[in-house]
Nanobody, 122 residues
């Protein structure tokens, strides 16, 4: 069974850090670009990072650039999202997803995990 499982979410104070993981089972992540999306209550799902499978290039929107870092460990079949300097507006459910090439359009993703909740609050 093809599956993506996110982990690492939780409650953190503003300015704090969290590291999310996206583990794949039933297939290898090597062949896919991997994206992280987030969705806050009442808002649309937005892409916050992507790492390509071809050259490891990474992409971030301005809202998280310099604070979030995506990386992949193909040997472990895991993709990470290191989040630093977290802000209350980063509060959302975070999802990982696969695609053939990086894109910020959620409708172009092939597989999705079920998400992990990140809450940034004092």
């Amino acid at each position: 069974q093809l599956q993506l499982v996110e982990s690492g979410g939780g409650l953190v104070q503003p300015g704090g850090s969290l590291k999310l993981s996206c583990a794949a089972s039933g297939f290898t992540l090597d062949y896919y670009a991997i994206s992280w999306f987030r969705q806050a209550p009442g808002k649309e799902r937005e892409g916050v990072s992507c790492i390509s499978n071809s050259d490891g290039a990474t992409y971030y929107p301005d809202s998280v650039k310099g604070r979030f870092t995506i990386s992949r460990d193909n040997a472990k079949n895991i993709v990470y999202l290191q989040m630093n300097s977290l802000k209350p507006e980063d509060t959302a459910v975070y999802y990982c997803a696969t695609s053939y090439g990086c894109t910020s359009q959620p409708e172009l993703m092939d597989y999705w995990g079920k998400g992990t909740l990140v809450t940034v609050s004092s």
